[in-house]
């Protein structure tokens, strides 16, 4: 493998043209006011603390030509694709597929369910537009990483216990290497995002790997630079 990153529970090595930056959900709806997130109670500033470190390792990546790819938890216009349950959930007032500040919670085309500016994606960067927490499931996020020859995965984005815990853990059992990055992940609980991290690693890194944006910017560039 061409280069690793110091990681825990060890070194995550990797190779660029294999390699995918892959950031969830960073939309409005969960990291601004008026949205999903706090309709569910929550304090959206929490979340804001990944933004810096992922525009740094979103720089990075994209200087260095890795595959970028964006995904958005969201749901159709007429909700034909939002179980019935999911709606239910929490006995919102307001909740999925209701009008709130940023126009309708979680659908697709409105200006919450988007990705926030600090973030966004550029044209050739795919979007996976996710009905679930996981991204693999109902996307053809598999379809596209197969491809491109993609066999690991450095993951970004929100919540670290339920969108980014759910995918991890759907990518392993594909056969995908994760290296998580504890400074671009954020959850409105402090200890949920410790335990969250926990889980990945524990056990001889039993779902992935946890590391650190700097260590991770530094491998890519020094790949970089060994190639020129
Ligand atoms: N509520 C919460 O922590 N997360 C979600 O609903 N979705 C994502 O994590 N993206």
Redesign the pocket.
């Known amino acids: 493998m061409a280069h690793a990153v110091k990681a825990e529970p060890y070194a995550f090595a990797f190779e660029p043209r294999s390699t995918a930056l892959l950031i969830?959900?960073m939309q409005r709806d969960?990291v601004e006011p008026g949205g999903?997130?706090e309709a569910?109670g929550?304090d959206v500033s929490l979340l804001r603390k990944a933004i810096a470190p992922t525009r740094r390792v979103l720089a990075a990546c994209r200087k260095a030509h890795l595959t970028v790819i964006h995904t958005r938890?969201g749901h159709r216009p007429d909700l034909s694709d939002l179980p019935p349950s999911k709606k239910a959930r929490g006995r919102l007032k307001t909740g999925i597929g209701d009008r709130g500040p940023m126009g309708r919670i979680l659908v697709r085309g409105e200006y919450g369910h988007d990705i926030i500016d600090e973030l966004k994606p550029a044209p050739k960067e795919p979007i996976i537009d996710k009905p679930g927490?996981g991204a693999f499931y109902a996307t053809d996020l598999e379809t596209i990483l197969k491809s491109r020859g993609i066999r690991q995965l450095v993951v970004c984005?929100?919540?670290t216990?339920?969108?980014?815990n759910t995918t991890v853990r759907e990518a392993n059992d594909r056969g995908y290497d994760c290296l998580v990055l504890e400074d671009c992940v954020g959850?409105?609980f402090p200890e949920f995002q410790a335990a969250a991290l926990a889980m990945v690693k524990a056990q001889g890194g039993i779902f992935g790997w946890v590391g650190h944006s700097k260590d991770f910017i530094a491998a890519l560039v020094n790949r970089s630079a060994r190639q020129r």
């Open positions: 969830i959900d969960f999903f997130g569910l929550n938890e927490k984005g929100v919540t216990e339920v969108c980014v959850s409105y």
